[in-house]
């Protein structure tokens, strides 16, 4: 039975009281999403959601992963990303079947429409921005990368590969609207280094500027066990 062992940007009393809405981000680089892991994070996000589940198939932004790291064209990376999202829709509709017909009804899914939200994309082209002009900022972007591959990779392809992070970045930084309903808290099974970054914006520990440029809610990030 998955356990809360971590809570940032939030209190873990308001996600047991469900409080926020549930949004699962699936990253196609993460092995641990078995469909027998996947089960067992759906079923506790309808258990914990305030009105609905919205799980997220990362596969569009990952394609710069397989474009960097296999030496793939950019064509070819977005095939090979979306044929992956493919077989993790596959899998997440299987689970979804498995469940009574009154729990299917709080499940959403999504995966490029996501990307063409208008909130999403002003706080996409926002970080995009930042990182071209604010050196500092970007130089936490390039560690986060840096300190989460083992490839030898030069500095323009380190630099390609934050276009993931900046990309995720509007989905886990601050809480957002899909179909008008708000999702405000983030659940994964581990504490990622973008997510330290994401833990020290919010506090404003560094980068205060971003919280009064777009005036953002937390999503709350929950690490289970």
Known sequence: MLKIINV?????EDVLSRKHNIFIGISLGNKWFT????KEYIGWALKNTKEKVLIWIADKIHAIN???KNNQ??????????????RILIIIDEIINELLNERKKFINIARKELL????????????????????????SVLDVVKNTI???????????????VLDELPQILSSFSCNGIEYSCHPYPVNTKVSELVDKIQKKKIFPEISNEIKFKNM?????E
């Open 66 to 68: 397989y474009e960097v």
């Open 35 to 38: 469909k027998e892991h996947l």
């Open 8 to 12: 940032k940007g939030g209190k873990k």
């Open 150 to 164: 083992t490839l030898k990779l030069d500095e323009l392809e380190i630099e390609k590969l934050a276009s993931y």
């Open 116 to 139: 063409e939200n208008f909130e999403y994309k002003k706080r996409r082209e926002f970080f995009h921005k930042k990182f071209n002009q604010d050196k500092n900022f970007k130089k």
């Open 220 to 224: 709350v990030f929950v690490q289970l």
């Open 73 to 86: 064209s950019p064509e070819n990376a977005l095939k090979r990303a979306l044929k992956e999202g493919d």
